[in-house]
């Protein structure tokens, strides 16, 4: 296993997740000061920039590397970061990617459930003991409206954008669990550690969402 470089202390490692977010996310950090470009499409996973270094991953594994010090910061959707349960500080709500995490049923269903269908297992357990249903949860990948369209489930708790899928597959949302969006998360060491740098790239950040909401 090849070592991580060493970097100065005021070096930062920031994650970022693959995808849609990512050229939101590099534009957000260059507008608060970071000298960072969108990377060019290829099959590097580290980039180096003067003074920070992006590592591009799976979104669910953002709160992993952040969490466990790999990276310093890192920016991941709310819903995954709840689902994570990671015990990282979550300083700046970034207001991009928005979305809400939703129950969702055929139109008209009022059947107990008895299985619901999620790629987000964690949250759906602790929303259904939270109102005392006692439903299996089985976990999927992608394509999750299809399990309350088969009979594989009596519901399914997925993120909704616009809602146009929801009607064109004769389903509804019957519950909004929470919104979510784009969120900056911080190592809780390296908040002490590297203060000079976040601090500032916090407080810029925050402007910067305030100014647009």
Known sequence: MTPAPLHAPDHLTLALPKGRILEEAIALLSRAGLPLSLPEKSRALRHEFPGVTVLELRN???PVYVDLGVADAGIVGKDVLTES????????????????????????????LV????????????????????AEVVKLGGNIELAALTGLAEAVIDLVQTGSTLQANNLEEQDVLFESSARLIVNRAALKLRR???????ERLREIVGEEA
Request: proline share 9%.
């Open 196 to 202: 000079g740098r976040l601090r500032p790239l916090i």
């Open 115 to 134: 299985r619901v269908g999620t790629k987000y297992p964690r949250i759906a357990r602790a929303y259904l003991n939270a109102r005392g249903i006692p």
């Open 60 to 62: 669910q594994d953002v």
């Open 85 to 112: 349960g990671r015990e990282v500080y979550e300083p700046v709500d970034l207001r991009f990617a928005a979305c809400r995490l939703s129950l969702i049923r055929e139109v008209g269903a009022t059947a107990p």
